[in-house]
DNA sequence: TGCGGTCGTGTTATCGATAACAATGACATG
DNA sequence: CATGTCATTGTTATCGATAACACGACCGCA
């Protein structure tokens, strides 16, 4: 505090020690050439005061803002939360924050986020999947800083890309409903332009079981993402309005699987014996579920871990521009009860 | 792009349009006094340069960062996320960001937590609960921003309050029980010191229903939080195991209820005639789970929501600050089959 | 004793935008 | 025609910390 009540500087800190501001500001840090002993009695008047550093001023000077943007589809999902969780571990040890933006699966809210984080200069940024505006795409290629695409697996990456790709994920269901034998199929997702992993899931899907001479494959289109228990749940009734004789779906995500599977065994059906169901994501309730329900698991918390660690790299040592662009995470195939 | 490759400045724009530094600023202002032509004229080659607005350096000198921070224990928590959207979506559209951080349940990652949140000096903050160290109560309360707990119903609140008494809660479930007419209870949740709120629930559940005299209730406790399906499942085993006479359980967690609800089925119970299930946190897996689950939706999305409201009204009218210091939010109790 | 090196500390200029104030021109009004 | 008002634009100093440089004290070693 100082005398006219406004908030202490760090210029206040040094006159209260008896030192230059210089010294106040290198006790602050880690790397700072100051005896311990003033140290100690600097961070201490400091505290006294209750001065609070400003991260602010700093960066303005040392052109380190310290942020890690990254921008997802939503937070309510768990496999984003997972790799929100995954970057912020990897990052946090080296005095980065995650600076987070969410789009609500919208491409344009994805460029007017990114601009806005861009207007924080934050130090690399991340993004959820590799489509983009022409506007955002430029934007990313101008920030003259380390961009990763996650999630997918861009044949074009502005920077680098951490991630699978759906549609090989799709291909992994399809080829495990192969394997189980069953012979008429469906897929229950959104609408195509909002959510274009999951539109690549899908095509995958098909792709794979239209090759194998399985075809046609039925698709139940719901509303925007995100597809939930209770779009999965929609889902399940207008599949067996439509296309009754269905034996096995794969859903967009667990969620949605989750709500397919209970409004099938509320109408009668016994799964996976009448109807089979897969999801993808590995939410938690997809093991819980009864019968257990099988899923593709994307790894999503080291998706982000990964992401992060590359960023450290690439920030402490900029010469490491030469390693490869694309860091594959491979999606695991969890094998349930219900197929 | 400047002459010698730096990404440009405001003074870069300014010198291209012809124009001073101080006209540029003001062109990239909504409030700011241009005429249009020339606005759109510094806008276009602003845009043209690829030139990004520093928020850091506006910052500096306005005084105004445009943060609001938030502190949740858990971002992977439904609740919690929708509470952290209500926030965003409330804030956004006054020029307001969200900076997030998570504590993992933590107290003490809260205080470091919180002291890294105050030094990118934000217009006001957010923390959940009304619980935390001495040294974190004391950084707020130096903070010189509107601080609203949110999630609780502090007795003695830093600055404003958002929420509901965890208490009244399971006083609430434990209502409902003893109208449906169970006799023998128990509560499944985690760790004492770690998840203040999810005891104050316990405390209520217990509370009530032994002044009714239909104690004891036997508690099941697990590990640390966030207690989901897999501690659901391990503490209804534990329950059958030490109090197989038990008639209903309340759950610190929807998903703790869900994992707890699928293994008494699979051990071969009928929900809820043999055992009686609820939750907490309206999650949606509780709405499709068979049979459906009993919760009290705590209106996470509303809580964050009011916040946000609160929040601008505080920095709109700096003055306001007489108004009432605790919004209640109602907790709404959902009844379902599984009770 | 003299020399170079290290350590701890101080001085000055600076990061990029903007508040506060000043100045200009256009137009209206008496 | 003089004066006032308004809209628009420019000039200067500044927000709070730190990079870069300078300097003195102290050390070891020849």
Redo the contacts with the bound molecule.
Sequence with gaps: MTTDG??P????V?RAA?????????A??SD????????DEILKIAEAMG????R???E????KTGFVAVCVPSINNPNFADTVRGLTDAVAAHDLEVLLGYTNYQVDREEQMIRQLLRRKPEAIIVTGGAHTLAARTLLERARIPVIETWDEPSEPVGYSVGFSNAIAGEMMADHFIARGYRRFAFIGGKTENDTRGVARRRGFVRKLEAAGLGPVHLVTLGKPPIEARHGAEGARMLLEMHPQTEAVMCVSDGAAFGAMSEFQRLGLSIPGDMAVAGFGAFEVSAYAIPAITTIDPNAHVIGQTAGTLIVQLLRDPASHAMKRHAAIEPTLVVRQST
Excluded: N
């Excluded at 700072?32 to 140290?39: A, I, L, P, T």
């Design positions: 406004s908030p500087r760090m210029a206040d040094a008896g030192v230059s501001t210089m010294t106040v500001s290198r602050f840090r700072g050439s100051v005896s311990d002993k003033r140290r001065y609070v550093f400003d602010g001023a700093s303005m000077r040392t052109k």
